[in-house]
C-alpha cells in the first residue's frame, strides 16, 4: 500500500489531501498519509472504523463524572416525592416529600422537559460566544450550585420543617440548567476529537469475530461513518456505566436516608469538574463564530422568496446580482443547511420514543412499588438498564456491527432508528401485559395504590433490557446522527435540537398524566407501544432513502474545518 510518511506537529489538521500519481491521499489520525478508496476498492475491501484518539477518551471520562451525578442524584427522585418519609431507616418502601404518584410523575417530566430544553440554550452559547470547552466549565459551576442545595435541603431537619419541597424545585431548576448546558456540548466535543473527514484503504492485521489480532494481514477501508459510529458507541458506554450510580443511591436511600444518597453523586461531580479544567491543552476545539446564526436566519427568510438552492451566491449572481454583495456565506453553507433541516425531520419522530423510554424513570418505577422486591429498593430496578447496556453495547460494537460489515450489510443511521422504535414498541407491549399480570394478582388487584400485590417485580426486567437494546439503535443513533449532519459551526445547536425533541415528549407525558394512575396504566403502555410500532414502520419507509446519501450528504464540508491551520500540499511521487 502506498503510504508517504510526515512528521506532522500535533496542532496540525489531520485532514490535508494531497495529490500524487493521480492518487488522492488523506492525512490519518497517526500522522501518516494514506489513499483514498477507488470504485473498484469499495466493492472489494470491507468498511472498518479507526481507533479513538486519547482525548476522546478523557472526554468520555468527563461525561461519565457528570452521568453518575445525574442518575445518582435522579434515580431516588420518584421514591422522594412520591413517598412519606418513613418512621426509620432501613426503611421498606423510602419517601420524603408524601405528595403521591401524579406529582411525583409530573415533576420528574418537567424535569426531563427542562434538562431538554436547556441544552438549546448551552448549545448556542458555544457556538456563537464562547466556545464548547468555555461553556461546559461554566454550567458546570452552575451544576455544582444546584447540587449544594439539592443536598442540603434533603436533610432530616429540612424534610421536617416543610423546607425540602420548595428548595427540592429551586435544585431541579438550577441542575437542569447546569446538565443542559453541559449535554449540548459534550457531545460535540468528543466527536471533534477525531478529525479525518474522508475514507481511506489502510493495511492491518486481520481481526476475528471476537475482535482478536491474528498474523494474516488485510486491506480495509477506515470510514469516518464506522469511526463516529464506534465513537459514540464507547460514549455512550462510558455514560450508561455512570448511570450504574443509580443502585448506590438507591440503595443509601432506603438504608440511610436521601441526604446520603444526594452527597454521594455531588462529591463525584467535583472529579469531573477537574478533569476539565486540567485536561483543556489536550482537547481539540473550534472556536466560536458568532455571525452563524444571523447568517442561518437570512437563508431561511430568503428560502420562501428563492428556495433554498435559490440562496446560494453562485445562484443569486444570475438571478439577482443586486443581492449578492450583502450575502455573507457561501454554496457549501446552503449545502450544509439543507443537510442540517433533512436532520432536522429526523429528529421530528423522537418524541414518541422518548415518552416510552421515560415511562422507565417514572410509571415503572411506581409499578415496582406495588410488586414483591424482597430486600431490594424498587427504584433499583431501572439499573437493569445501564447494565443491559454496558453488556451489549461492547457485542454490537466488536461482533455485530463488524459481522454485518463482513457480510457486506451496513447499518446506516435511518435503518438503526428504525429497529430502535421497535424495541421501544415491544418493551412498551411487554410492561403493559406486566401491569396486567399486577391488576389481576391480590390482595389489591387494580387498585394496590403504593401497596403490595403478589407478583414478583422480576418480571419487569425484561421491559428494561428491551428498553437498552432500543437506546443502541436509536439513542445512540441520533446523538451520531446530529453531530454528522450539523454544519461545522453548528454542531452544539444541532445536537441541542435532536435532544430537545425530549421537550415534546414531556409535553406529551404531562398531558398523559391523568392516566398514570390505577387502574388505567396498562392502557397507557398499550397506547404508547401501538405508537410507537406504527411510528417505526412510517419512519423507515419515509427516510430510508437517507441511507443511501448518507456517506456522501457527511462528506459536504470546507477543507480542513476539523481545525484552522490545515492546507493543501503537493509531495513528489
Known amino acids: 500500500m502506498p503510504k508517504v510518511k510526515e512528521e506532522v506537529p500535533d496542532s496540525e489538521s489531520v485532514v490535508e489531501e494531497f495529490q500524487t500519481e493521480n492518487v488522492e491521499y488523506v492525512r490519518g489520525e497517526d500522522g501518516e498519509m494514506y489513499p483514498v478508496p477507488t470504485a473498484k476498492d469499495w466493492d472489494e475491501l470491507r468498511e472498518v ?227 476539565v479544567v486540567l485536561g483543556r491543552k489536550l482537547y481539540k476545539q473550534h472556536p466560536p463564530r458568532g455571525s452563524i446564526f444571523l447568517e442561518v436566519a437570512k437563508v431561511v427568510r430568503m428560502i420562501p422568496k428563492y428556495g433554498l438552492e435559490g440562496t446560494k451566491p453562485s445562484k443569486m449572481k444570475l438571478t439577482n446580482p443586486e443581492v449578492v454583495k450583502y450575502i455573507t456565506w457561501d454554496d457549501t453553507f446552503v449545502d450544509e443547511l439543507r443537510r442540517t433541516f433533512k436532520a432536522c425531520i429526523v429528529f421530528c419522530w423522537f418524541p414518541v420514543y422518548w415518552l416510552c423510554y421515560s415511562q422507565m424513570t417514572n410509571n415503572l418505577v411506581s409499578m415496582t412499588a406495588t410488586m414483591l422486591t424482597g430486600s431490594v429498593p424498587n427504584d433499583i430496578m431501572q439499573n437493569i438498564n445501564p447494565l443491559t447496556l454496558i453488556i451489549v453495547i461492547p457485542i454490537a460494537d466488536r461482533i455485530f456491527y463488524p459481522g454485518l460489515r463482513r457480510m457486506g450489510i451496513q447499518m446506516r443511521p435511518i435503518r438503526r432508528i428504525a429497529i430502535g422504535f421497535l424495541f421501544a414498541s415491544l418493551a412498551m407491549a411487554y410492561a403493559a401485559i406486566v401491569q396486567t399480570i399486577v391488576y389481576n394478582s391480590p390482595p389489591y388487584y387494580d387498585h394496590p395504590t403504593g401497596k403490595k400485590n403478589n407478583v414478583s417485580a422480576a418480571l419487569t426486567v425484561p421491559a428494561y433490557i428491551l428498553i437498552g437494546i432500543s437506546e443502541i439503535f436509536a439513542s445512540i443513533t441520533g446523538l451520531e446522527y ?49 405508537a410507537m410500532g406504527v411510528c417505526a414502520v412510517l419512519f423507515y419507509l419515509i427516510h430510508r432513502k437517507n441511507d443511501k446519501t448518507d456517506a456522501e450528504e457527511d462528506a459536504i464540508g470546507r477543507e480542513n474545518e476539523a481545525t484552522n491551520v490545515g492546507s493543501k500540499e503537493s509531495i513528489g511521487s
Not at 161 to 183: E, M, N, Q, R, W
Not at 204 to 218: A, F, I, N, P, R
Not at 485 to 510: D, E, I, R, Y
Request: a positive charge.
Open 49 to 275: 472504523a479507526d481507533a479513538i484518539p486519547k482525548s476522546g477518551f478523557l472526554v468520555i471520562l468527563i461525561e461519565f463524572c457528570e452521568r453518575f451525578t445525574y442518575y445518582g442524584l435522579s434515580g431516588p427522585f420518584q421514591n422522594y416525592i412520591q413517598q412519606p418519609p418513613p418512621k426509620s431507616y432501613p426503611a421498606e418502601t423510602p419517601g420524603a416529600l408524601g405528595k403521591g404518584q401524579q406529582v411525583a410523575t409530573a415533576l420528574t417530566t418537567f424535569f426531563q422537559f427542562w434538562c431538554y430544553i436547556t441544552p438549546i440554550i448551552g448549545g448556542m452559547i458555544a457556538d456563537q460566544y464562547l466556545g464548547k470547552y468555555n461553556t461546559i466549565v461554566v454550567f458546570a459551576c452552575i451544576y455544582m450550585v444546584g447540587l449544594i442545595i439539592l443536598t442540603a435541603s434533603s436533610a432530616p431537619s429540612s424534610i421536617e420543617s416543610g423546607a425540602a419541597f420548595p428548595a427540592f424545585v429551586v435544585a431541579l431548576v438550577v441542575i437542569g440548567l447546569g446538565t443542559g448546558g453541559i449535554k449540548a456540548n459534550v457531545s460535540p466535543l468528543v466527536a471533534e476529537q477525531y478529525t479525518v473527514q474522508k475514507p481511506f484503504i489502510r493495511t492491518q492485521h486481520k481481526v476475528s469475530w471476537l475482535g482478536k489480532k491474528q498474523e494474516q494481514e488485510e486491506r480495509v477501508i477506515v470510514t469516518p461513518q464506522a469511526t463516529y459510529q464506534k465513537l459514540f458507541n464507547v460514549f455512550y458506554w462510558g455514560i450508561n456505566v455512570g448511570a450504574l450510580s443509580g443502585i448506590c443511591t438507591t440503595i443509601l436511600e432506603k438504608n440511610v436516608g436521601f441526604w446520603s444518597a444526594y452527597l454521594l453523586p455531588t462529591c463525584m461531580f467535583i472529579p469531573g469538574i477537574l478533569i
Open 482 to 530: 446530529a453531530y454528522k449532519k450539523a454544519p461545522a459551526m453548528m454542531k452544539s445547536l444541532v445536537m441541542a435540537l435532536f435532544l430537545f425533541s425530549n421537550c415534546f415528549a414531556a409535553l406529551l407525558a404531562f398531558a398523559l398524566v391523568s392516566v398514570a394512575v390505577d387502574p388505567k396504566l396498562k392502557w397507557l403502555y398499550t397506547g404508547l407501544s401501538g
